[in-house]
Each structure stands twice: as C-alpha cells, then as structure tokens.
C-alpha cells in the first residue's frame, strides 16, 4: 500500500476485514519509525513479497512511484 492518511486506513480495515493482510506501506522516511515492522520507505521494499500494490496517497505519490510499481 502507498500512503497512511484517511483512505489507506479504510482500505487497510477493508482489507483485513476480509482475511487478507496488508505486508508493506510505502511512508515518507520521516514517518517509517512510526511502525518500522509495516512502514517502509522504498518502492523495492514496498513490492519485495508484493501480490498487489494499492495507492491511497494521492496524485503526487502516484506521479513519484506509479512507474517504479509497475515496473
């Protein structure tokens, strides 16, 4: 997942409500000690173990990461 704001958090509750887990959330760097065993700061970390990546940051993350995802 990309982004922890409002939208991350309902579909992480959605996500989970569903029996599945949500593994990496890409953060700003200064908010990865926040929660250093989900937060990472990297789109290789992000899509090491990846199934699926779900943004909910907004235009300007998918601008900066969207073609490093999709590789």
Do not use: T, W, Y
């Not at 959330?25 to 929660?35: A, K, T, Y």
Request: glycine letters at 12%; one cysteine or more; proline letters at 3%.
């Amino acid at each position: 997942m990309i982004g922890k704001g409002a939208i991350a958090l309902h579909v992480m509750g959605a996500v989970r409500a569903r029996g599945h887990m949500v593994h990496a959330v890409l953060v700003r760097p200064s908010s990865i000690s926040q929660n250093r065993n989900l937060f990472v700061g990297s789109v290789p970390e992000l899509i090491a173990n990846a199934d699926l990546v779900i943004e909910c940051a907004g235009h300007q993350a998918l601008a900066a990461f969207g073609s490093q995802v999709l590789g």
